[in-house]
């Protein structure tokens, strides 16, 4: 699944050695990701089995879903650090939320509808409040992004009084099929994963406003000049990324069924590094949600085999991440 | 309480006891340094701090209680220049962010005249301090190994999870297998960090369940791990595990163990943030006193059963 690539400079130059070098960048991922697939089956055969593709896919699901939104907003050039608490707050409101209204008599399924779309609307609330901030407060992303990071926490913290927030017991066996349940053999979270990527596959590649996202971040001035509503469409890319951390949040409240404050510690790190090992530019400009999907799932199955073998002590699982990620990105990197 | 009407309350209560009990008119101004509720057990730790301000103040109109919280090592070594300099406390407990990075704040402090009580991480030198009061670690370990070997006749597969790497960790660890060494017939299949954290342990669990086909019990070293634990078992409804042994005595499983409401939770083992109150109520009680305490206090960790779980559910505490 090679990752579309708006530089035309490379099918020029393909006949000659550095252009076919230069497409095999663009495979950088697809290839690491190969790589690693056959390294676990050699040294566990357990791994290649169906229920553990299924396993890693389905944990992959939230940062992966997040992932393509965060590729939205890193294309467009900006950044949000925050997504991790942000994903932890709407967990907490949620299941307070939810916990709220169990006492109502309404139906179960009524009170996970609620939470649902109070999930949706939290997402999108806080991506527009970071889009405002952004664009009309002319604020850099860094800094409006790092500020909630620490405001979503806290209010989690504060809200779960420093313990866990948990979902009532009769609620969470109702929701509980939103994580746990499979639809033609494969799992709920996994169906979702890849509706959300196709989506946004479809609305980068395929639409009048993912171009004006990639203009905007290759050269703000000019996508202003050829009138292009440069603020509009940066917010809009917060709100859809907020979209995509609430979409995250209603596969992860059914898994636990608690929040705590630290949920979702270092997502937004898991997060912009799925999107820059699948190839977009941290600079913003061009990028791919297939290089995307493929960077997150890059990042589970890591740690997936690190798990299933016990070749390295458990101490420097970090570091062999760390050093994938650098390996995948120099086999993709570009040319100045 | 402001300065100056603590000031003046201690200047009426040493009239008061003039001549009578010289000695008990001392008044204690105690600080504490804590970290900050940032997971459920140090959420805990902060509970019992301003449980034992509410309760030591009240028990002792001399005694004036400060508690700071602090979300990393420098803030807390910032708070520690304030409570002398501002609060100008001549008693301190602390339970320090990180051990290394307090110590020198710590070793000023005492050499101001300051009475130092450490609790649970320890400072890198202990000259720094007057007394150390802490959890039991060992028995953390300890415990739960005994209590598995037994529960497994001393045979059968155990999978172990880790907290995040620490010293504390390697401590609970080695104990652990130091136990089970004595039982050639329990085979400890892995032991990986779950990082005291329900996610994470949710996918060493799942990725464990992959692995093995036939694992006996559980040691989740920790309730919240416990948790994740739990849930990937039954995810991926497997029978062959009889017991899941978290620790540390949450609330939420000191309350699955008195209803019996999970068949795979037989028993933890306390390590309750609670510690902190006893610390503070120890050091305050002797400086009152002006006695010392003596130079380590270990608060035992004991075995949680159904029957006497009871007495270590406080469902108030955050944890």
Redesign the interface.
């Known amino acids: 699944m090679p990752p579309a690539r708006t530089d035309t400079a490379a099918s020029a130059a393909a006949s000659t050695w550095a252009g076919r070098w230069d497409r095999l960048h663009g495979f950088g991922p697809v290839v690491g990701l190969v790589l690693l697939c056959i390294a676990g089956t050699l040294l566990n055969s357990e791994f290649a089995t169906v229920d553990n593709a299924m396993n890693v896919l389905t944990r992959t699901a939230f940062i992966g879903i997040i992932a393509v939104g965060m590729c939205f907003v890193i294309i467009s050039g900006g950044i949000d650090l925050s997504v991790g608490s942000m994903a932890a707050l709407i967990a907490g409101s949620v299941i307070l939320v939810m916990n709220g209204a169990a006492p109502r008599g309404w139906p179960p399924m009524a009170i996970v509808a609620l939470g649902m779309g109070v999930a949706l609307v939290l997402g999108a609330a806080f991506g527009l409040a970071h889009g405002l901030l952004i664009t009309r407060g002319r604020i850099e992303p860094f800094i409006v992004t790092l500020g909630t990071l620490g405001i979503f926490r806290a209010c989690l913290t504060y809200f779960a009084d420093g313990g866990a927030i948990t979902l009532d017991n009769a609620l969470a066996d109702a929701y509980s099929p939103v994580y746990y349940a499979s639809l033609l053999g494969m799992p709920v979270p996994v169906w979702i994963f890849a509706a959300v990527a196709a989506a946004g596959g479809v609305i980068l590649n395929r639409t009048a406003y993912g171009r004006y996202v990639q203009a905007i971040g290759s050269n703000e001035q000019v996508a202003r000049y050829a009138a292009v509503n440069v603020d509009r469409v940066k917010t809009s890319t917060y709100v859809l990324l907020g979209v995509c951390v609430g979409t995250a949040t209603l596969l992860y409240v059914p898994r636990l069924g608690s929040a705590s404050p630290t949920t979702g510690l270092l997502w937004e790190l898991e997060a912009i590094a799925a999107v820059i090992v699948g190839g977009t530019a941290l600079r913003g400009g061009a990028g791919s949600i297939a290089g995307t999907v493929v960077g997150a799932v890059l990042l589970s199955v890591i740690s997936n085999i690190l798990n299933l073998t016990n070749i390295i002590s458990v101490y420097l699982n970090a570091a062999v991440q760390g050093l994938v990620i650098i390996v995948v990105a120099f086999m993709q990197r570009r040319r100045p | 309480m402001t300065p100056l009407r603590s000031r003046l309350l201690s200047l009426a209560l040493a009239f008061t006891a003039f001549g009578v009990q010289a000695q008990q008119s001392d008044k204690v101004n105690l600080g504490v340094a804590i970290p900050a509720?940032?997971?459920?057990f140090?959420?805990?730790i902060?509970?019992w701090a301003n449980q034992a301000k509410k309760d030591l103040e009240k028990a002792h109109p001399n005694l004036k209680v400060t508690v700071k919280t602090a979300g990393g090592a420098p803030e807390q070594a910032n708070q520690l220049q304030d409570l002398l300099s501002a609060t100008k406390i001549d008693t301190l407990v602390i339970f320090p962010f990180e051990s290394a990075a307090l110590t020198k704040p710590v070793a000023q402090a005492k050499a101001k005249g300051v009475y130092v009580t450490v609790v649970d991480r320890g400072l890198t030198d202990t000259s720094a301090q007057d007394a150390y009061v802490s959890g039991d670690n060992t028995a953390f370990g300890r415990i739960p190994a005994e209590y598995l070997a037994k529960a497994l006749n001393g045979k059968g597969n155990i999978v172990a999870l880790?907290g995040i790497?620490t010293t504390i960790d390697n401590e609970r660890m080695n104990a652990f297998t130091e136990v089970m060494k004595k039982y050639p017939e329990i085979k400890i299949l892995?032991?990986?960090?779950g990082n005291w954290?329900?996610?994470d342990a949710?996918?060493?669990m799942?990725?464990?369940l992959?692995?093995f086909k036939q694992i006996d019990a559980v040691w989740a070293a920790d309730d919240?791990m416990a948790?994740?634990v739990l849930?990937a078992i039954e995810?991926a409804k497997r029978k062959d595990i009889k017991i899941v042994f978290g620790g540390a005595g949450m609330k939420?499983m000191v309350k699955t163990l008195m209803d019996g409401s999970n068949p795979l939770i037989k028993a933890n083992v306390s390590y309750s943030p609670k510690f902190m109150y006893d610390a503070i109520k120890l050091t305050a009680e002797a400086r009152l006193k002006n006695e010392k305490l003596p130079p380590s206090t270990i608060i035992p960790s004991v075995l949680i059963t159904k029957e006497n779980a009871k007495q270590y559910y406080f469902p108030d505490s955050?944890?």
């Not at chain 2, 509720?37 to 459920?40: E, F, G, M, P, R």
């Not at chain 2, 892995?190 to 960090?193: E, F, G, L, S, T």
């Open positions: 509720a940032t997971h459920a140090t959420a805990g902060v509970f880790r790497p892995d032991a990986k960090h954290n329900r996610d949710f996918k060493v799942q990725d464990y992959t692995r919240d948790v994740g849930k995810q939420q955050p944890f």
